[in-house]
Nanobody
């Protein structure tokens, strides 16, 4: 059974930093593109960043230069380093795993809350 377990969310002031982690199990980790999505209340779930097993990354324009996604294939873990957080970054952040083939299954974590408040 595939499990994605996020951690690292919390309360941070504007301009602050947080590091999210997502530990994956039950899948062949190296075969999956790992991603972080976020969903604010009343809004759709949007891609924040993704990373292939080879380390190619993709970022939403709104986070480029401030967020960094990375993965440790030996630990089956993906990270999201978030710097200079803005109020609009407040959301539930979800870890996602998907294979780079059409119509394949994708998996989601349970989400971790990020709150940005002064």
């Amino acid at each position: 059974q595939v499990q994605l377990v996020e951690s690292g969310g919390g309360l941070v002031q504007p301009g602050g930093s947080l590091r999210l982690s997502c530990a994956a199990s039950g899948l062949i980790y190296s075969m999956y593109i790992m991603g972080w999505y976020r969903q604010a209340p009343g809004k759709q779930r949007d891609l924040v960043a993704s990373i292939t097993s080879g380390g190619f990354t993709n970022y939403a324009d709104s986070v480029k230069g401030r967020f960094t996604i990375s993965r440790d294939n030996a630990k089956n873990t993906v990270y999201l380093e978030m710097n200079n957080l803005k109020f609009e970054a407040a959301a539930v952040y979800y870890c996602n795993a998907r294979r780079p083939v059409p119509n394949s299954n994708q998996y989601w974590g349970q989400g971790t809350q990020v709150t940005v408040s002064s």
